[in-house]
Structure formats: structure tokens, C-alpha cells
């Protein structure tokens, strides 16, 4: 879309006056009498509303202004990254971020009871009187790690923890049992 203006000012003729030659002013067309911006960012003649610009962001909404900027580029405008931003900053032509992916890890679509939380209340005023646990993963290099913990909600403290390569029901089991043996020891000192 680049425009020879060598070219069209060698087609204007050029008069002789006192001072030597000169150009005349020929009236301009239709397209020139518009700003030069006007035709290298493709706006509208009568709102100068980027069109090509609006055409895109509503096209791709995910679009932000540096892609937007690249596909103007591709289509043959000379656009600046910094005056996309400024004029979809002006239209309000703003890029919805997609959702990053999250998978689910919790299966509420089986046949076992759920247990009701019998604390949700609870203030705890001393050791053991109540106790928190969590399953969660642990991401590796090339694999997941599993680790089952139980804190004491009172001093935040950690009364057992099981770290597996799989979770499931026994990994479960030998925390519980890990954490019992750990509070009746604690208890009878």
C-alpha cells in the first residue's frame, strides 16, 4: 500500500515564473483530499473510525493490540503497535483473556455418602482438639506426587503427612494411622 509520490509529483507540470520554475497546485482528488493517515490506516473518511482495526477486534476478540498490529501488518497497513493500543484504547475495543485451563479435581458425581463438615464453627482453644487434613499433588520433573497431610488447626502445626506416588484409600489409611500413633504418643507424655 505505499504510495510513489515521486511519481505524482513528476505529473504535475511545472510553470515558469520570475523566480524559476515552480509547481502548480492542480486540485486535489477525491482520495488525497482526505489526510494521509486516513488512507494508510484505513479509517473512515467521515467518523475516522479505524475500520479495518474494528473489523479485526470484533472478528478475534481474544485479540490484544500487538496481535491485532500484526494482522493489520499482514493485510498491508503501516500501523505502529503503540497507535493500535492507543486507538482500541479510544474505541473501548478491549481483548477478553481466555480462561486458563484448570482440570477438576474432585469427582462429586459418585455413590458414597458425603460427610457433613461437624466443624465448620469450631474455634479450637487447645492441642488436638481438632484436627485438618488435605490431599493434594505435588508436580515433578516428569510425574505427579501425592501428599496426604493432617495439621492440628489450633497450632497449625503438622501431626502426620504421606507422600506417595498414587493417591487412593491406603495411602489415606497409613496417614490416619501414622497421626493416631503420633497424638497417643504426644498424649502420654
Known sequence: MACNWAALADSVPASLDSNGPTRQMLPRPPLLSMPVSFVIMGLDPLTGAPVALQRIALKNRFYGYRRIEKQLRREG???NHKRVQRLMRLDNLLCLRKRPFVPVTTNSTHEWPVVPNLAPFMRP???DQLWVADITYVRLLDEFAYLAIVLDAFSRRVVGWELDDHH???????LMKTAGAIAHANSSQ
Open 77 to 79: 497497513f503501516c500501523v
Open 125 to 127: 482453644g487447645a492441642l
Open 168 to 174: 487412593g484409600a491406603a495411602q489415606c489409611q497409613r
